[in-house]
């Protein structure tokens, strides 16, 4: 299993030096329009945080909390990756990710997991391991000289939402690797939400010691989904989404902890998702409230039903997500 | 044990040193030092997996034997030290006999509620939400109270766990998701206009 997953994440590999080679061939970045140096930019971060041997240390800042946590990643001789990820305060959750798969270990409670994902859950959007391309209809991105970050010369990038219905992202990328070494995420306004920043960073010439003994580790049990999930019931879909959020998944299922029957919705844009929940609005009996955040959200009472949508999203976006809800039209 | 001693264990078992004295020398010391035999084993081991000298298919019974080995091993105090708390290293690489996603997403969608909840004063984390269901039917009271805007302390706590289900189980959906997405990204595209089209009529888009 191992050999087969090797050579997936070199032929991605292979494709990600394509890319890497197409920007390459525009003769300097920064002589062009600041647009487009800004993607170059945002694709070299993509691509090192696919490529680079490094050992970092970070602080996740989140409203008033700080969670400080070890990073580690490298690239196997036959370019398997490898990312460890350790939390250094409270619970002692880790996660190993080899190539394709990302293994979830927390302590001390056995539950312990392994997703089929080549993107680390938690840290960063999964969006910023992917070339900017993707996310060019909806958001914007803009470069500047950064100030110094962790001792390093940087540029500083922003991603906008086209409508400034969506958070913002602040990114502060390495001038010599590429490296991501601070991020800020904040409302249109400027408020900062969240934030990471590296406070140590060392870039190596091969995989960190630490990780090189990773390969051969147990795997957690890998996490399975039920194939055929039952469609929504209540007949009632959200009318409105910010431009480009297009459906992922659909179902109806009791929601994940309290077992309330919902319908759900998940929707993305490539770097925001949204959840959109409907219940029974006599069983949930949640209060009209609003919480922004981080992970904002919103609850509306409409008829029999309760609206709740969940997302990294201003409130008053998901407010005007919630109101748009209504009866499918027959 | 230091870097430069993991590079003279990887030398030697590549029969790199530089000089028969040398080798000698190092042998002795992976002789007379449990952690460095440690070591030693782990890194043939991973040569041999890299060199593909191990048998196909074989991958999966390494890391059973890596798994046995390690419940075999000695407690943590014997294990290799290194910069990243090796030490803890065979504690936590010991994988759960049981899969459940909702505790451990929990640990993190319970801290976003913690810190987003300013509307609510429950104090209180319960990383396993090991509840009664909501649903059903509610104390007779519940509504009244509620309309005199003075929840009580258990509907607060009620109505904590329930926002608190909500993140969680949109955290637990992103990783689905992603999953979704990289086993199947070709059908994705495919399901979801499939799940469009029956979801939302046509005249709606």
Known sequence: MGLLLASVTVSTAAQENVTDNASNTTPSPTAQSPASSAEFWFNQMSTALRELNFEATLVKSSGSRLEPMTWLHGVYQDGLEVELVVRLNGADVRSVRIGDDTSYYSQPSDSSYTLHSDVTYGLLPAAFYQPFEALQPHYQVRVDRGMRVTGRATYFIRILSRNNDRYHYGLWIDRSSGMLLKMQMTTPQGEVLEQIQLTTFSERESMPISLSDLRGVPRPPRLHEIRNLEAPQYGVQAQWLPAGFELLRASHRRIAGTQLATDHFLYTDGLTEVSIYVSNRQQQALPELAIQGPESLFNLNLGEHAITVVGKLPATTLERIAQSVQADSE | ?205
């Open chain 2, 1 to 205: 044990m230091t870097d430069r001693s993991y590079e003279q264990l990887s030398a030697l078992l590549d029969n790199a040193s530089e000089n028969s004295r040398e080798q000698e020398q190092q042998l002795d010391t992976l002789l007379s030092d449990s952690e460095a035999q440690q070591v030693w084993s782990r890194y043939a081991l991973i040569g041999r997996v890299m060199k593909g000298d191990t048998a196909d298919q074989q991958p999966l019974d390494i890391s059973a034997a890596v798994a046995a080995r390690i419940e075999s091993e000695a407690p943590p105090t014997q294990v290799v030290q290194g910069r990243f708390g090796k030490q803890r290293i065979q504690r936590w690489l010991r994988p759960a006999g049981s899969v459940a996603i909702a505790a451990s997403v929990a640990l993190i969608a319970v801290v976003s509620v913690q810190q987003n909840t300013p509307v609510v004063p429950e104090e209180t984390v319960q990383p396993a939400f090991a509840t009664a269901p909501l649903g059903g039917r509610n104390p007779v009271s519940y509504n009244t109270v509620l309309q005199s805007n003075e929840p009580t302390q258990a509907e607060l706590a009620q109505q904590t766990r329930l926002l608190q289900s909500y993140m969680l189980d949109h955290q637990q959906q992103l990783q689905l998701s992603l999953q979704a997405q990289q086993l199947n990204e070709n059908l994705e595209t495919t399901s979801e206009t499939a799940a469009e089209s029956d979801g939302k009529p046509t005249e709606n888009d």
